[in-house]
Protein backbone atom coordinates (compact mmCIF):
# COMPACT_ATOMS: atom_id res chain seq x y z
CA UNK A 1 0.00 0.00 0.00
CA UNK A 2 1.26 3.19 -0.80
CA UNK A 3 1.95 5.75 1.95
CA UNK A 4 -0.92 8.41 2.30
CA UNK A 5 -1.10 11.94 3.75
CA UNK A 6 -3.46 12.88 6.28
CA UNK A 7 -3.91 17.03 7.36
CA UNK A 8 -5.02 17.97 10.69
CA UNK A 9 -5.64 21.45 11.67
CA UNK A 10 -4.94 22.43 14.80
CA UNK A 11 -5.68 25.65 17.07
CA UNK A 12 -3.87 27.53 19.45
CA UNK A 13 -1.21 30.00 20.51
CA UNK A 14 2.03 31.23 19.19
CA UNK A 15 4.61 33.21 21.73
CA UNK A 16 7.85 34.81 21.16
CA UNK A 17 9.60 37.83 22.16
CA UNK A 18 7.10 38.53 24.66
CA UNK A 19 4.18 38.86 22.29
CA UNK A 20 1.42 36.26 21.86
CA UNK A 21 -1.03 35.13 18.50
CA UNK A 22 -3.68 33.20 17.79
CA UNK A 23 -2.86 30.69 15.15
CA UNK A 24 -3.86 27.30 13.62
CA UNK A 25 -1.48 24.90 12.56
CA UNK A 26 -1.04 21.90 9.75
CA UNK A 27 -0.16 18.18 11.32
CA UNK A 28 0.59 16.42 8.77
CA UNK A 29 0.25 12.57 8.80
CA UNK A 30 1.79 10.68 6.57
CA UNK A 31 1.49 6.72 6.41
CA UNK A 32 -0.83 4.08 5.70
CA UNK A 33 -3.00 1.86 7.55
CA UNK A 34 -0.66 0.04 10.10
CA UNK A 35 2.28 3.49 10.70
CA UNK A 36 2.59 6.81 10.35
CA UNK A 37 5.05 9.50 11.22
CA UNK A 38 3.87 12.37 12.55
CA UNK A 39 4.58 16.07 11.26
CA UNK A 40 4.30 19.15 13.87
CA UNK A 41 1.88 17.68 16.16
CA UNK A 42 0.60 21.37 17.46
CA UNK A 43 -2.12 21.89 19.91
CA UNK A 44 -4.73 19.15 20.09
CA UNK A 45 -3.27 16.02 21.25
CA UNK A 46 -6.64 14.44 20.87
CA UNK A 47 -7.85 15.66 17.70
CA UNK A 48 -4.75 14.26 16.34
CA UNK A 49 -4.90 11.16 18.05
CA UNK A 50 -8.22 10.14 16.43
CA UNK A 51 -7.07 10.44 13.50
CA UNK A 52 -3.80 8.57 13.84
CA UNK A 53 -6.26 5.79 15.84
CA UNK A 54 -4.67 2.65 16.30
CA UNK A 55 -1.78 3.12 13.84
CA UNK A 56 1.82 2.66 15.58
CA UNK A 57 3.51 6.27 14.62
CA UNK A 58 6.83 5.53 14.28
CA UNK A 59 8.43 8.88 14.61
CA UNK A 60 7.52 12.33 15.39
CA UNK A 61 9.58 15.11 13.70
CA UNK A 62 9.36 18.71 13.94
CA UNK A 63 10.07 21.29 11.65
CA UNK A 64 11.19 24.03 13.70
CA UNK A 65 11.59 24.82 17.19
CA UNK A 66 8.54 27.57 17.65
CA UNK A 67 6.55 27.32 20.31
CA UNK A 68 3.37 26.38 18.73
CA UNK A 69 5.17 23.74 16.81
CA UNK A 70 6.40 22.03 20.06
CA UNK A 71 4.66 22.72 22.83
CA UNK A 72 2.61 19.97 22.69
CA UNK A 73 4.96 17.44 20.58
CA UNK A 74 6.57 16.28 23.95
CA UNK A 75 3.31 15.18 25.73
CA UNK A 76 2.29 13.47 22.04
CA UNK A 77 5.11 11.72 21.37
CA UNK A 78 5.20 10.11 25.21
CA UNK A 79 1.38 9.12 24.58
CA UNK A 80 2.03 7.31 21.19
CA UNK A 81 5.65 6.13 22.50
CA UNK A 82 7.57 7.16 20.02
CA UNK A 83 11.02 9.11 19.06
CA UNK A 84 10.47 12.53 18.89
CA UNK A 85 12.98 14.47 16.09
CA UNK A 86 14.29 18.26 15.95
CA UNK A 87 17.07 20.02 14.36
CA UNK A 88 19.47 21.40 17.52
CA UNK A 89 20.06 24.52 15.68
CA UNK A 90 16.52 25.18 17.52
CA UNK A 91 17.77 23.78 21.00
CA UNK A 92 17.65 27.57 22.39
CA UNK A 93 13.82 27.48 21.49
CA UNK A 94 13.41 24.07 22.69
CA UNK A 95 14.51 24.54 25.83
CA UNK A 96 12.75 27.56 26.14
CA UNK A 97 9.62 25.44 26.35
CA UNK A 98 11.50 22.82 27.88
CA UNK A 99 13.76 23.10 30.07
CA UNK A 100 14.13 19.61 31.78
CA UNK A 101 13.47 17.43 28.69
CA UNK A 102 15.75 16.34 25.67
CA UNK A 103 14.82 15.40 21.88
CA UNK A 104 15.42 11.62 21.50
CA UNK A 105 16.83 12.26 18.67
CA UNK A 106 18.68 14.82 15.91
CA UNK A 107 17.42 15.43 12.77
CA UNK A 108 20.59 16.79 10.03
CA UNK A 109 20.26 17.82 6.71
CA UNK A 110 19.88 14.64 4.60
CA UNK A 111 18.67 12.12 7.33
CA UNK A 112 16.45 9.80 5.98
CA UNK A 113 12.95 8.52 7.81
CA UNK A 114 11.36 5.66 5.57
CA UNK A 115 7.45 5.32 6.28
CA UNK A 116 5.33 2.81 4.36
CA UNK A 117 7.87 2.49 1.43
CA UNK A 118 7.93 6.53 1.23
CA UNK A 119 11.45 8.28 2.11
CA UNK A 120 11.37 11.79 3.85
CA UNK A 121 14.78 13.33 3.24
CA UNK A 122 15.24 15.83 5.38
CA UNK A 123 16.58 19.47 4.20
CA UNK A 124 18.09 22.32 6.19
CA UNK A 125 16.05 25.28 5.85
CA UNK A 126 17.50 28.03 7.67
CA UNK A 127 16.14 31.19 8.04
CA UNK A 128 12.60 31.51 10.32
CA UNK A 129 14.50 29.82 12.79
CA UNK A 130 18.29 28.47 12.84
CA UNK A 131 17.59 24.91 12.50
CA UNK A 132 14.11 24.77 10.40
CA UNK A 133 13.58 22.06 8.40
CA UNK A 134 11.66 20.90 5.94
CA UNK A 135 11.09 17.27 4.75
CA UNK A 136 10.84 15.68 0.98
CA UNK A 137 8.91 13.21 -0.58
CA UNK A 138 10.03 12.83 -3.83
CA UNK A 139 7.82 9.81 -4.78
CA UNK A 140 4.69 11.61 -4.08
CA UNK A 141 5.71 14.66 -5.09
CA UNK A 142 5.17 16.56 -1.65
CA UNK A 143 7.53 18.88 0.51
CA UNK A 144 6.35 19.93 3.99
CA UNK A 145 7.80 23.02 4.21
CA UNK A 146 6.81 24.23 7.80
CA UNK A 147 7.02 28.02 8.09
CA UNK A 148 9.70 28.33 5.61
CA UNK A 149 7.86 28.76 2.45
CA UNK A 150 4.37 29.68 2.80
CA UNK A 151 1.21 30.26 -0.67
CA UNK A 152 2.58 33.38 -0.74
CA UNK A 153 6.21 33.71 0.12
CA UNK A 154 8.80 32.71 2.80
CA UNK A 155 7.96 32.69 6.64
CA UNK A 156 8.16 35.53 8.81
CA UNK A 157 11.24 36.31 9.87
CA UNK A 158 10.83 39.65 12.08
CA UNK A 159 11.31 38.33 15.18
CA UNK A 160 14.38 36.26 17.05
CA UNK A 161 16.64 33.74 15.96
CA UNK A 162 15.29 34.54 11.97
CA UNK A 163 16.79 35.88 9.11
CA UNK A 164 15.27 37.25 6.27
CA UNK A 165 18.57 36.84 3.78
CA UNK A 166 19.04 33.04 5.28
CA UNK A 167 15.58 32.05 4.23
CA UNK A 168 15.78 33.51 1.46
CA UNK A 169 18.93 31.35 0.28
CA UNK A 170 17.27 28.34 1.66
CA UNK A 171 14.26 28.57 -0.42
CA UNK A 172 16.38 29.50 -3.47
CA UNK A 173 19.04 26.98 -3.16
CA UNK A 174 16.96 23.88 -1.46
CA UNK A 175 13.34 24.75 -2.20
CA UNK A 176 13.17 25.85 -6.16
CA UNK A 177 15.36 23.36 -7.25
CA UNK A 178 12.42 21.03 -6.98
CA UNK A 179 10.24 20.13 -9.57
CA UNK A 180 7.47 22.52 -10.45
CA UNK A 181 5.16 19.93 -9.78
CA UNK A 182 6.34 19.63 -6.68
CA UNK A 183 2.59 20.19 -4.32
CA UNK A 184 3.96 22.19 -0.72
CA UNK A 185 2.26 21.34 2.40
CA UNK A 186 2.50 24.35 4.44
CA UNK A 187 2.87 24.51 8.80
CA UNK A 188 -0.12 27.15 8.07
CA UNK A 189 -2.31 28.16 5.83
CA UNK A 190 -2.87 26.51 2.21
CA UNK A 191 -1.31 24.33 0.04
CA UNK A 192 0.73 25.45 -2.82
CA UNK A 193 3.32 23.92 -5.35
CA UNK A 194 6.68 25.10 -6.06
CA UNK A 195 5.82 26.11 -9.72
CA UNK A 196 3.45 28.73 -8.47
CA UNK A 197 6.16 30.30 -6.19
CA UNK A 198 9.45 30.29 -7.75
CA UNK A 199 8.48 33.12 -10.50
CA UNK A 200 7.75 35.41 -7.16
CA UNK A 201 11.37 35.48 -6.09
CA UNK A 202 12.27 38.70 -6.85
CA UNK A 203 9.12 40.22 -5.75
CA UNK A 204 9.63 38.66 -2.03
CA UNK A 205 13.57 40.19 -2.22
CA UNK A 206 12.47 43.32 -3.39
CA UNK A 207 9.42 43.78 -0.63
CA UNK A 208 11.82 42.02 2.06
CA UNK A 209 9.91 39.65 3.78
Do not use: Q
Not at 80 to 109: K, Q, T
Amino acid sequence: MTARIENVVTSGTFSLDGGTWDVDNNVWIVGDDSEVIVIDPAHDIEKIREVVGEREVMAVVLTHGHDDHIRAAGEFSDVVDAPLFLNMEDRMLWDAVYPDRDVDAEINEGDTFTIAGTTLIALHTPGHSPGSTCFYAEDLGVLFSGDTLFHGGPGATGRSYSSFETIIESIKTKLLTLPEETVVNTGHGDATTIGAEAPNLDEWIKRGH
